[in-house]
């Protein structure tokens, strides 16, 4: 995605940038989509599983925030921004003129790799300790 990204962004030359969004479109969305959902899934499995648990700590929650963090906003930030890059992309090849803004496609190769970084880094120092729950109140106290 960031070599897509980074030759849309830097290329100068029109069919070059045009075909790097279009790519980007059918190869971004989908398996970003697929990954996030299936790292998801297999996250809760071992987390129920284990003695790690899926709430029992707190790095674990946290890396469960982030990945659904990262899950959602492919669909609510990624795709519609891709897939207007990549109608424009078209647009241009039909031979319309064309402005492209791809300062919005920036951010995704710089958020996604801290935010995997920061799960890794969670998983193998797993800091902050246990989740505490409160104690259930009985009525003779």
């Given at each position: 995605m960031a070599?897509?990204?980074?030759t849309a962004i830097a290329a100068d030359d029109p069919t070059t940038r045009t075909s790097a969004l279009l790519v980007l479109q059918r190869v971004t969305i989908g398996p970003l989509l697929a990954?996030?959902?299936i790292c998801l899934a297999s996250g809760l499995v071992l987390g129920l599983g284990s003695r790690w648990g899926v709430l029992r700590?707190?790095?674990?929650?946290?890396?469960l925030a982030l990945?659904?963090?990262?899950?959602?906003?492919?669909?609510v930030a990624l795709l519609p921004e891709v897939t207007a890059q990549a109608?424009?992309?078209?647009?241009?090849?039909a031979g319309a003129p064309v402005t492209f803004d791809l300062s919005d496609l920036g951010y995704p190769p710089i958020v996604s790799p801290v935010l995997l970084l920061t799960a890794i880094t969670l998983s193998v120092v797993k800091p902050w300790g246990?989740?505490?729950?409160?104690?259930?109140?009985t009525e003779s106290e």
């Open positions: 070599a897509l990204i980074g990954c996030g959902l700590h707190w790095w674990v929650a946290t890396k990945n659904l963090l990262l899950t959602a906003l492919v669909p109608a424009q992309a078209r647009r241009s090849l246990r989740v505490r729950r409160r104690r259930a109140t």
